[in-house]
């Protein structure tokens, strides 16, 4: 399969989870992401459950975004990709995993302490939601 039929059907998947918010991305700014070879996707269950898009750089990867379908929430699924890319991670000797995070997303912030990442910096004022801005943690998994 051509690496732009896969894109797009990789394009397809991501579109199909529900998420409370309707700003995904593009078509366009999707298959330019994914064109990087360093880019990659990480996704549970066929229909999809969730996903995860990961990008490497050197020796980190660096979590772009991850989503659980609106319909499936708490069921584990994100510690679930989470640790898919951790294995990830151990495998491709990578050392660091670091995303991103809304202050607010409480429910995200404590799964990602269970699973080893620990705060490291803020971004004040990073995020726009229908409350305003908010800050977002930086935080990291280091192996």
Do not use: C
């Not at 409370?20 to 880019?39: G, M, V």
């Not at 996704?43 to 990867?61: C, F, H, M, Q, V």
């Not at 995070?101 to 409480?106: A, D, K, L, Q, Y």
Request: net charge positive; hydrophobic share 40%; proline share 1%.
């Amino acid at each position: 399969m051509r690496k732009k039929n896969r894109i797009e059907k990789i394009y397809k998947e991501y579109l199909s989870v529900k998420e409370n918010n309707l700003n995904k991305w593009s078509e366009s700014f999707f298959l330019k992401l994914f064109l990087d070879k360093n880019i990659f996707f990480v996704s549970l269950n066929r229909p999809l459950d969730g996903y995860l898009i990961a990008r490497k750089t050197l020796d980190e990867y660096e979590v772009l975004t991850l989503a659980t379908d609106i319909n499936k929430r708490r069921r584990g699924i994100g510690t679930l990709l989470l640790t898919k890319l951790i294995n990830l991670a151990k495998k491709d000797k990578v050392f660091r995993i670091i995303l991103e995070v809304s202050e607010n997303n409480i429910a995200a912030v404590s799964m990602y302490q269970k699973l080893g990442f620990k705060k490291i910096s803020k971004r004040k004022n990073y995020y726009n939601n229908s409350e305003g801005f908010s800050d977002a943690h930086i935080m990291e998994k280091i192996f």
